[in-house]
């Protein structure tokens, strides 16, 4: 056992040696300032793809100290009694506050934790962030060298200063400019409350909304937390008596709603939203924080191609100024485009158009933003669903294209056990059409060239809506814009991005490879290289020959169906239209092997920010995906793939058996058994879903075969009958390896069409 002395002395020289290390580590350590932190503060430069600069952007030119004599009373106030009500009385240094953060550090947590002014001022003054032992113990020492050297209000000072407030702000000036337009030594008692709010995470607390960067900082829930805090802000400087009862009472009134965001130098056009774009894709792929980031220093360079942007803006402009009227014609206010265009088998996304600018004050990017329904172009999952999966009665053998399903309005869908999707209220739900044309049992193939709504309804039930959003999932939507998983969903009540629907449709053009979407190809940090920003690895997300049978469908959309306006382009492209229920929305996707596009088009409210109908916009009777959306698609194509070559697209080869909808009519009919009507509850889906038939069928020719005049394998769709017609006397010169059995006799056989 060691002696009492030998235990003793141990323990002096250890605490001696503490003592010793904290006194050489007290020396050393320099006091900084806020202008040390305003000098050191850069912009972030942003590159197109060729490396050439986008634009220089951050707090580099938005920094602007001002002396505490110009920072109201009110703002200095709201800081103490919000962050560290002892303020003026403490050391400067929480031990307590130290202690938590290094033990959330080392439990691999943040080391934030319980900072006085004092010392948030400090780590205000670090551009570099990093979260070790050895900076948390250096911010220690200067914040009790500071604490001892720094006067209070020169502290005070110094953190309204450095402190960040978002939208790129740093420091109270900025900060007042930012929202509220105005100087901060005229900043109102209410306003300084809601800026000091800003001050625990502006990311969650601007009522602007983040959901960039993270989804749940949406507009209401930031509101609504913003609105919390600066009341309690409010209620905490009226105990601490920093404000009168009058003064209270008068703050409290009303809360202090700031301004919508502003462009900054450069940020005008299609460049803010690039840029947004860009900075989200940094955020979210790394550890840098929003507060780093807006610090400056960083290059990024982008995928963003000039050319392509300048032509995809350009393209809707064009198409505004044809088919639009605000000026004299009410129903064409507020209507908004969204577009993206992305690199099949790489993710590249190469252009998007999100809106009218920053400079018109309108910040949100459409190419980005969510809450717009799809419409019909969500078919092509559900046909790929079928062609992969099967149905509930195929044993997972897929569907072939050819199958038919009764394409008349106003159908009851049934669900696998024969039973009817039931309302709200028990009574059977009725698909409609957008017209009542008599289709009859079409094709899949005919069905999605018309958009026709009720086959792909009960396709999607027989295949079972898990398996298509599954297949949606993997070609590249985010499963966070899923709508409920009811009847409806296979028309398209889902919300993707123009960014993921040009992605995921650039999954077909790749032959079923799938790449994510990406925006940013390198990261520098003053120079130094910042790892994890390479392109995403390319997966398979569904067989090639599935994806090149949807190819090959949305081939015939184009040359023959709903997207006929597309055929200007010129060249091989396939495509869907989208339409959604009270006309709220039209899209366009479309892709060649080299580029694939969206073209989002809808009216919004700018109060609720609520869809509203396009029911006579550009003076028509509705809008539709195959008119507007179509016309700026082809547009911008035909600029993006001047000069290029037309691949075409790899060869589709049959896919799946013929596995017609059940009751559908059969060479030999037999008594069937009428589907039970069993009450059963079943979710209420969104009653329509838009479609642009055409006024009588086409006769449409694919390498399956005319459908409609003879038809292949199992004869045509409409008039060629289900094998060919049925004739009494077949000759040998009726057969036909590419159409049916036999020809139809008069009226084109039982099941047969009228020209057999």
């Known amino acids: 056992m060691p002696s009492w002395k030998l235990v003793s002395g141990l323990c002096i020289a250890f605490f001696g040696s503490l003592v010793a290390v904290a006194g050489i580590g007290y020396a050393m350590v320099g006091v900084p300032n806020e202008e040390n932190a305003a000098a050191s503060s850069q912009n972030n430069v942003y590159y197109w793809s060729d490396g050439t600069q986008m634009v220089a952007a951050g707090s580099g030119q ?23 009500k002892s303020f003026y009385d403490d050391s400067g240094v929480d031990p307590m506050g130290i202690a938590r953060a290094l033990a959330n550090m080392a439990r691999g947590g943040d080391t934030q934790g319980g900072s006085t ?37 020169d502290i005070l000072q110094g953190y309204l200063n450095t402190s960040y407030y978002g939208r790129g702000a740093y420091g109270i000036q900025a900060a007042a400019q930012a929202y509220y337009g105005k100087e901060a030594e005229d900043l109102e008692p209410s306003e300084c409350a809601l800026l000091a709010a800003l001050l625990k995470g502006p990311t969650y607390y601007d009522p602007a909304g983040n959901d960039g960067i993270d989804k749940t900082a949406t507009a209401d829930a930031n509101r609504k937390r913003s609105q919390a805090r600066w009341g309690w802000i409010l209620e905490q400087m009226h105990n ?5 009862d009058a003064e209270y009472q008068e703050a409290i009134k009303k809360y202090p709603m700031p301004d919508d965001r502003k462009a900054s130098k450069g940020m005008t056009g299609q460049i803010g939203y690039l840029a947004d774009t860009a900075k989200k894709y940094v955020l979210n792929h790394s550890n840098i924080s929003e507060k780093q980031f807006d610090l400056g220093g960083y290059q990024i360079k982008t995928t963003f191609k000039k050319a392509n942007v300048e032509a995809l803006a350009k393209a809707v402009k064009k198409v505004e100024k044809e088919k639009l009227d605000p000026e004299n014609r009410e129903l064409d206010k507020h209507v908004q485009f969204g577009a993206a265009s992305v690199k099949p088998n790489d993710g590249a996304i190469v252009a998007l158009y999100g809106g009218a600018g920053y400079e018109n004050g309108h910040f949100n990017n459409n190419a980005d933003t969510s809450g717009v329904p799809v419409g019909s172009t969500w078919k092509p999952f559900v046909l790929a669903a079928a062609m992969e999966h099967g149905t509930y009665k195929s044993d997972g053998v897929g569907v072939s294209p050819l199958s038919k399903y009764n394409g008349n309005d106003h159908l009851k869908v049934r669900k696998n056990d024969g039973s009817y999707v039931l309302k709200k209220d028990n009574t059977p739900f009725f698909q409609e059409n957008e017209s009542d044309y008599p289709w009859g049992y079409i094709s899949l193939r005919k069905a999605m060239e018309q958009s026709v709504n009720t086959p792909f ?16 999932e993997k070609a590249g939507i985010l499963d966070g814009s899923f709508a409920e998983l009811n009847a409806s969903f296979a028309l398209g009540t ?66 023959n169906g709903t997207g006929t306006k597309a055929l200007s382009l010129g060249r091989t492209a396939a495509g869907k239209t989208g339409t959604t229920d009270e006309n709220k929305s039209a899209w366009f996707v479309g892709y060649t092997q080299q580029l694939s ?53 790899p060869e589709a080869e049959e896919v799946g058996e013929i596995q017609d909808e059940l009751g559908a009519p059969t060479p ?31 006769d449409t020719c694919g390498f399956f075969g005319c459908e409609d005049n003879g038809g292949a394998q199992n004869g045509g769709t409409d008039n060629g009958g289900t094998d060919g017609g049925v004739s009494p006397e077949p000759t040998p010169t009726d057969t036909n390896p590419d159409g049916g059995n036999s020809r139809g006799n008069g009226n084109g056989g039982i099941f047969g069409g009228p020209e057999g």
Not at 517 to 544: H, L, W
């Open 117 to 153: 002014i004092t010392q948030q001022f400090v780590k205000n003054t670090y551009l570099s962030q990093e979260q070790t032992v050895s900076r948390k113990f250096k911010e220690m020492f200067i914040s009790i060298k500071v604490g001892t050297k720094v006067s209070k209000d």
């Open 62 to 84: 938005n920094r602007q100290n001002v002396p505490l004599a110009k920072i109201p009373k009110a703002m200095r106030w709201a800081v103490i009694s919000a962050e560290n």
């Open 597 to 649: 596009t969206s073209v989002a088009m809808f009216r919004e409210d700018p109060k609720s920010a609520k869809l509203l109908s396009m029911n006579g916009t550009a003076g028509e009777k509705s809008i539709h995906g195959g008119d507007v959306p179509t016309l700026v698609w082809t547009e911008y194509m035909k600029a993006a793939l001047k000069g290029k070559t037309d691949p075409g697209f």
């Open 668 to 698: 030999k009919p037999t008594p069937s058994v009428e589907p039970s009507e069993t009450v059963t509850e079943s979710p209420s889906p969104t009653p329509t879903e838009s479609s642009s038939p055409s006024p009588s069928p086409s």
């Open 240 to 244: 601490d008596k920093r404000i009168t």
């Open 457 to 472: 309804v009960q396709l999607g039930m027989d295949v079972g809506m898990k398996n298509v959003a599954d297949v949606a």
């Open 494 to 559: 889902s919300t993707p991005s123009a960014i993921r629907m040009a992605d995921a449709y650039a999954t077909f053009a790749a032959a079923g490879k799938q790449a994510a979407p990406y925006s940013v190809t390198s990261v520098k940090y003053n120079g130094q290289e910042v790892d994890g920003f390479k392109p995403p690895r390319v997966t398979r997300a569904m067989p090639e020959n599935v994806a090149n049978n949807v190819t090959n469908v949305l081939e015939n959309v184009i040359q």
